[in-house]
């Protein structure tokens, strides 16, 4: 009983083998998905890699130590799916190589032109290679470059890029003639310079020097005589037609003083009437202007406002008058150089009292007012005119100017003769009612010139004529 049960035993187990060995056979394979990636990134999909990757038996190296360069299974299968990880982060499969970008990178320079320091800018990028599902960088670098960064000091120390300055020289000391008098010299200090630049942080001469007077002895001023320095302005006083022409309605005595440099620049002008006599029965008032330009006062429109005559300087200055009797200062003022100025307010009072009235002008740009330009000193800069403001029964005009005629051609009267005139010494004026031809026969000569020399601008004046005031009756005059 007992070995039948055994028997029975034995063929059940055997039986059980049997079936499972049948089964074993027959049923499909199991699917393993990391031996499907491994397929995909092997050459040999059964064995290994035929490369090396693996024994093409696919058991490993004969060694048991996989493949030589270390890509195989150690244990002798070739074909570990561990081995051929992708790069996942990166998207990246294994072996493949790429660029990083790692930044930028300065690298200093001294600059060539300035001084200082810039940089060099590169980008920079890393390579990486997948290796077994890390990425890793290979070592290799490179560099592009993006110019240079920074800026180089280009200034001449206190002095910028492209400033110009004016470096001192030595001093220098000349003798020059005195162009107001060819017979003297004026001793000159100049203060010499030279003009640099700053050119990319190089200070350099441009080549241009400039001298600038510092002191100098004086040369002698202009006037227009030299020995008293006194002139005369004459006036009749009724327009247009004068009634005695004794040309003593009015006088003042007019000196000009012209200061000019060893260079021939005008410094300064000094200018003084000084009134002498009043011999007409009207109200007047003695006017000057600096411009050329009679413009009127009160309101009023001066009826010789249509003729401009030479300034009296170019430019702008400084001009400052005063009025004196007898040495003692009873006023003074800044006037304007477009402005009418009143040298006397009354020229009756003028007279009388003596009065001086003294103009002074400075701060002139000499540079504008050469003497070389200016021909010397001239009577047509220095308009002054005999205002009238109430004529009354003494002419159809109740006001008006009466000018020189040796400045306006408009200054006669009907028959050709001056209204005013100027005459370049201290003259002696005629006696009350005494016609100026019985007291200087030779004025004649002289009227007729102004007047034709009007249209004729070139023609020139006798001895005779232009020194009539040489030729005096005595007893005709004061």
């Not at 320079?109 to 300035?114: A, E, L, S, W």
């Not at 004026?186 to 630049?197: H, I, P």
Request: some cysteine; charged content about 25%.
């Amino acid at each position: 009983m007992r070995s039948t049960v055994k028997r029975t035993a034995v063929l059940v187990v055997f039986g059980i083998f049997v079936v499972a060995l049948g089964f074993q056979n027959c049923s499909p394979a199991r699917f393993d998905p990391n031996m499907a990636n491994l397929s995909s990134l092997s050459n040999n999909a059964a064995g290994g890699n035929p490369n090396g990757n693996g024994n093409p038996n696919s058991n490993g190296n004969p060694n048991g130590n996989g493949n030589p360069n270390g890509n195989g299974n150690p244990n002798g299968n070739g074909n570990d799916p561990q081995l051929h990880k992708a790069c996942e982060l990166e998207k990246k499969n294994d072996g493949d190589v790429w660029m990083v970008s790692a930044g930028q990178e300065r690298e200093p320079v001294d600059c060539t032109v300035g001084t200082g320091k810039q940089f060099r800018v590169f980008d920079l990028q890393k390579e990486y290679q997948c290796r077994n599902g890390t990425a890793s960088l290979t070592g290799r670098v490179d560099r592009t470059p993006r110019g240079l960064e920074g800026s180089c000091n280009l200034d001449c120390d206190t002095h910028k890029n492209g400033e110009k300055w004016w470096v001192d020289l030595a001093t220098s000391i000349e003798t020059l003639t005195c162009p107001t008098a060819l017979n003297v010299t004026s001793t000159v200090k100049f203060k010499n310079e030279a003009e640099y630049t700053c050119t990319n942080a190089t200070a350099s001469a441009t080549g241009t020097l400039k001298k600038t007077k510092i002191e100098e002895t004086p040369c002698p001023p202009l006037t227009f005589n030299d020995e008293d320095k006194q002139a005369t302005l004459a006036y009749e006083d009724i327009y247009p037609d004068p009634l005695d022409n004794d040309y003593n309605d009015f006088v003042t005595n007019i000196k000009v003083v012209e200061t000019y440099s060893s260079l021939g620049e005008l410094s300064q002008i000094s200018l003084e009437y000084a009134a002498k006599k009043i011999g007409g029965g009207l109200p007047h008032k003695l006017v000057m202007v600096f411009d050329g330009i009679v413009r009127g006062r009160d309101g009023w429109v001066s009826n010789q406002n249509l003729f401009t005559s030479e300034p009296m300087f170019k430019g702008s200055a400084t001009i400052k008058y005063q009025l004196f009797s007898a040495g003692t200062l009873l006023s003074s003022k800044t006037v304007l150089k477009d402005k009418d100025l009143i040298v006397f307010d009354s020229t009756k009072t003028a007279a009388e009292k003596k009065y001086v009235a003294k103009i002074t002008i400075t701060g002139i740009d000499g540079k504008l007012n050469l003497l070389s330009e200016r021909k010397g000193l001239s009577v047509k800069r220095y308009r002054t005119l005999l205002y009238i403001p109430d004529s009354g029964r003494y002419s159809t005009m109740k006001r008006y100017d009466i000018d020189i005629s040796d400045i306006n051609p408009s200054a006669y009267d009907g028959s050709g003769r001056p209204l005013a005139f100027f005459v370049p010494v201290n003259w002696r004026y005629p006696k009350e009612a005494v016609d100026i031809k019985n007291a200087y026969p030779d004025f004649k000569a002289h009227a007729d010139y102004l007047r034709n020399s009007i249209t004729n601008p070139n023609l020139v004046e006798s001895d005779k004529a232009k020194n009539w005031f040489n030729n005096v009756i005595l007893k005709y005059v004061e």
